[in-house]
């Protein structure tokens, strides 16, 4: 299958200073990702806090705020091309054109004092060589087609008047306006009711079977939704990948502790001593630096290896990527 | 099994608009006429998406509807063991209540004042309802964040030097240490990483046998009532759809809105390789 | 994970490092406080009054005690001239000597006797400033005049903002009635003409310090009450106040213990800017002669009088005291800036 991004490399770290010694404090956000996203695939980036998986998605788009934040490190490859070596005008044809993004707060992708139609209207006008007629024409169909009814009427109204789940919709109308072919999607689900989430993510697997719309990367915590919706997933711990592989595998026979720890922990599956199967310890902050694997103080099955060397991410099977010593020996 | 909690009827209405002069109020209803008992012993779970009514449903059990809305017009009547009701107590009725009724809430960050040590958070409950001399509460303090997983160090420390799910410890510490017979928990584990909130779930497993506490579990995770709780009630719109023992409602709901609120978010298959 | 070994809040001394990272304002601080503390040390350095005199074998102590010019063997009214006894003591030669302040006059003295020519006077080695119109040294009275000033923008500020904050605390805990009332308080106060009000009141009674504070204080408690009355309503959402229901604190628990030092930031991040508006509202109005009379000492008055005399008289009497003020006032802005951006920073990042 042919790779429509590909991420290689990718380091981002913050910059900020304790305020008491006035020493300067570097957080590597993402130290060393690299992923691919085939085309006409779900991707799922899974992780917790901390893990980099929204930061990332950010480096992707150039989001990272300086000097605060900063891409240290890294290509990424869009239909062949670095992308992040492109700036200005170059960078706004990518933005919005060929990779879309929404976020997980919905008034982060909308803005609350324009209307709807002023909003989309915008970015079609912006990116597609459309006059202004057509723009609002190709609006209300794409508000009709995110499953929003009396589109006509409705386009003119304000984000603060639609509910949370409608809000979502808009907001992906918005991101696909322009055609994109990668639609990066941080966590649009985690702010919804349960039964709104699934109709997002019908709205989104609908979406790619019938547009132009190539992959999607759907950044969650959610498992139960990367089950059912991702064809292929990633598992990121400390600002690493730590597993890359088919959801299905994924699902029956994880590879690595953590993510073992991370699916037994969301089904609340009880162990022999009748206490709910859990990861021991805190997600490390990212100030600190730990040797060896960065998981390693807190994985059951470490050897000693683990405290000392950091491991590889490798393929273990096909399509399998997974990056711990209890598996280098294979 | 004895009934510790009776509510009838609970309505609740929040009004939508000011009242200016006497116009007519709107009126949003929050709860529409509840009713359900509440056993000793028993992990009751009350599940609905948002706007169900279930976090006025906690405010009520927990007294303090009115004091978050004044204007809030609350009917009906819920009666804790077949003596208070606890819409209505106030002075020394209310407080004999809160020695036995206390409640996590859900974001750890702003159910803790910052600027209180983690002792003094957890002191507050000491000071106001006990009679303790000041050597006994250091002394319940201490035991109590043992028992909550931390340790003697934090009770100096600000809640800014925790991680999320220390901080949550802290909360529940809060709500246990004057040993209430129940426990309200308000969507506890919903603002936790994942592998935080199976920790907090062994947690509150393992209080609930030492303090032998009665706890109603809100929530909108169906992952976690099929472990934590022995029956289920489930609301939607203010109203209660289904309810009964977790097994039963679980495997084989018998509403719509049940079977589409629990297809939508579980783990479909247990991984094969549990160690 | 840092232990904490003091008791201060971390999140204040996380505070407190920021703003001493911010150099102007931390070194403001340190300037204002200094020279601040000394001012109130000023009857021992800047004073006509010596420290000690001894005297026929006698140790007297006029900068603390009243003595008659008699117990000096000088004939006049009231106390003696110490300088002039200095200089006689001097000649005489014996045991006895007088150990005078710094800078030997001071700020309400009519130095009449002493000046060649008619008040003011241009600045000399002995009168630095020169002297006002009437006769009196114009160092010793920007000097004492800095104390009063300062004395009189932190007193009403506080007083005010206490009054504020109570009044905005009870309004946005309670709402209701009480909010409305206090919210009607507010506008028809602020609608008052603030001017005109203090001129009236002092045209019939002529104000002293603490009488023109306590006005001050009545006027302009309503600066703060809406800003307290926002982040009390914002405050009394959260779930650490619902807690504290739980918990069994009272009302009056709440509002003290929980709310109000969670409510603080607006009042911290405004002191200072009302500071500076208070001192410079009363030099202007001494300037008026609404404010403090002579002989106290203060700034305004000193402007005032700067612009009735012509020619390089009036340049000294206005623009020294107009430095001194403008000096103070920058440094207590820089203070405020610094503690803005301690408590209130918004990080300026760029994207692309």
């Not at chain 1, 991420?7 to 992923?35: H, P, Q, R, W």
């Not at chain 2, 509840?34 to 009520?60: A, Q, W």
């Not at chain 3, 007088?98 to 030997?104: A, Q, S, V």
Request: hydrophobic share 40%; with cysteine; glycine share 6%.
């Amino acid at each position: 299958m042919k790779k429509l991004l590909q991420i290689l490399n990718l380091k981002t770290y913050f910059f900020t200073t304790d305020e008491e010694t006035n020493k300067e404090i570097i957080l590597m956000a993402v130290d060393g990702v690299s992923l691919d996203v085939y085309e006409n695939e779900i991707l799922g980036i899974v992780g917790e806090s901390g893990s980099g998986k929204t930061v990332t998605a950010q480096s992707v788009m150039q989001l990272i705020p300086e000097p605060t934040g900063k891409i240290m490190n890294g290509e990424i490859l869009y239909k062949g091309e670095d992308i992040l070596k492109k700036q200005g005008e170059e960078l706004r044809k990518i933005r919005g054109k060929e990779i879309a993004y929404i976020f997980q707060e919905t008034y982060t992708s909308l803005n609350p004092v324009l209307t709807i139609e002023e909003q989309i209207v915008e970015v079609i006008t912006t990116h597609l060589d459309k006059s202004f007629e057509e723009a609002k024409q190709i609006s209300v169909e794409l508000l009709d087609s995110m499953g929003i009814k009396d589109a006509k009427e409705r386009i003119k109204d304000y984000p603060h008047q639609f509910s949370g789940g409608m809000r979502q919709r808009l907001a992906l109308a918005m991101a696909l306006a322009a055609n994109p072919s990668l639609l990066i999607a941080d966590e649009p689900t985690t702010m919804l009711d349960v039964t709104i989430q699934k109709q997002i993510m019908d709205l989104l697997l609908s979406i790619k079977k019938s547009k132009q719309l190539t992959s999607i990367i759907f950044i969650t915590h959610n498992l139960s939704l990367v089950a059912q919706y991702c064809d292929r997933v990633a598992v990121m711990y400390g600002g690493k990948i730590v597993e890359v592989s088919p959801v299905n595998e994924l699902m029956k026979a994880p590879l690595h502790p953590y993510t073992k720890g991370l699916l037994y922990a969301s089904a609340f599956i009880k162990d022999k001593n009748n206490k709910v199967y859990t990861i021991p310890g805190n997600i490390p902050s990212l100030k600190e630096v730990i040797q060896g694997c960065k998981f390693c103080d807190r994985c059951t099955e470490a050897i000693e290896k683990c405290f000392k060397d950091e491991p590889e991410l490798f393929e273990i099977k096909p399509d399998h990527f997974v990056r711990c010593h209890l598996y280098t020996n294979e | 099994m004895n009934k510790l909690i009776e509510i009838k009827e609970l309505s609740v209405k929040y009004s939508s608009k000011k009242k200016v002069f006497g116009y007519k109020e709107k009126y949003i209803n929050a709860v529409e006429g509840i009713s359900f008992d509440f056993m000793k012993g028993e992990v009751l779970g009350v599940v609905g998406e948002s706007g169900s009514g279930k976090s006025t449903v906690s405010r009520c059990l927990l007294s303090i509807i009115k004091n978050i809305d004044k204007s809030s017009v609350v009917d009906g009547s819920i009666i804790y063991n077949d003596s208070v009701d606890l819409l209505k107590a106030k002075g020394k009725e209310l407080k004999s209540v809160r020695k036995n009724i206390q409640g996590v809430f859900q974001d750890p960050d702003s159910s803790m004042n910052q600027r209180l040590t983690a002792g003094k958070i957890i002191e507050e409950p000491l000071l106001n309802l006990t009679d303790f001399s000041k050597s006994v509460r250091e002394e319940k303090i201490k035991d109590v964040l043992q028992k909550c997983g931390l340790s003697e160090e934090d009770i100096n420390k600000y809640p800014n030097e925790f991680s999320a799910g220390q901080k949550q410890r802290i909360c529940i510490a809060r709500a246990i240490v004057i040993e209430p017979e129940i426990l309200i928990a308000d969507e506890p584990l919903s603002s936790l990483d994942i592998s935080i909130q199976a920790q907090i779930i062994n947690l509150l497993i393992d209080l609930k046998e030492k303090y032998n506490l009665s706890i109603i579990f809100i929530t909108h995770d169906l992952n976690v009532v099929k472990v934590f709780c022995d029956r289920l009630i489930v609301m939607k719109d203010g109203k209660i759809v289904e309810q009964g023992k977790t097994e039963e409602v679980v495997s084989n709901p018998k509403e719509e809105y049940t079977r589409s609120l629990f297809s939508s978010n579980i783990i479909p298959s247990i991984p094969n390789n549990i160690s | 994970m840092k232990t904490n070994k003091s008791n201060i809040n971390s999140l204040f001394r996380n505070r407190w490092f920021k703003f001493k990272r911010h150099k102007r304002g931390y070194y403001s601080l340190i300037i204002i406080l200094v020279f601040y503390v000394l001012s109130f040390l000023l009857p021992l350095l800047v004073n006509k009054d010596p420290l000690i005199v001894k005297y026929n074998n006698n140790y007297y102590f006029p900068v603390f005690k009243y003595y008659p010019s008699i117990t000096f063997n000088v004939i006049s009214n009231g106390e003696a001239n110490y300088r002039k006894l200095k200089q006689s003591l001097n000649e005489k030669n014996t045991d006895d000597f007088i150990l005078m302040p710094l800078y030997h006059y001071g700020p309400n003295e009519n130095l009449l006797e002493e000046l060649s020519v008619m008040p003011p006077t241009s600045p000399t080695s002995q009168n630095w400033f020169g002297t006002d119109d009437r006769g009196r040294d114009v160092f010793a009275r920007v000097l004492y005049g800095f104390n009063v000033s300062v004395s009189f923008g932190l007193i009403v500020t506080l007083f005010s903002f206490m009054l504020g904050t109570l009044a905005g605390a009870l309004s946005g805990f309670y709402g209701g009635k009480t909010d409305m009332f206090f919210q009607r308080a507010v506008e028809i106060w602020s609608a008052l003409p603030f001017l005109y009000v203090i001129i009236i009141l002092s045209s019939i009674i002529t104000p002293g310090f603490s009488l023109l504070a306590f006005i001050l204080i009545l006027l302009s408690w309503v600066g703060i009450t809406l800003y307290v009355r926002g982040e009390v309503l914002r405050e009394k959402a959260k779930e650490y106040v619902f807690a504290a229901y739980v918990s069994g604190s009272s009302k009056y628990k709440i509002i003290v213990k929980h709310i109000l030092p969670n409510s603080i930031s607006p009042i911290i991040t405004f002191a200072p800017f009302a500071v500076v508006g208070n001192i410079a509202l009363l030099v202007a109005l001494d300037f008026l002669g609404f404010g403090l009379q002579p002989p106290t000492a203060s700034w305004g008055q000193l402007i005032q009088q700067g612009m009735s005399y012509p020619g390089l008289d009036r340049w000294r009497l206005i623009i020294i005291p107009l430095a001194f003020q403008f000096i103070t006032l920058i440094l207590i802005v820089f203070i405020g800036e610094g503690i803005r951006d301690a408590f209130d920073s918004k990080q300026y990042s760029r994207l692309k």
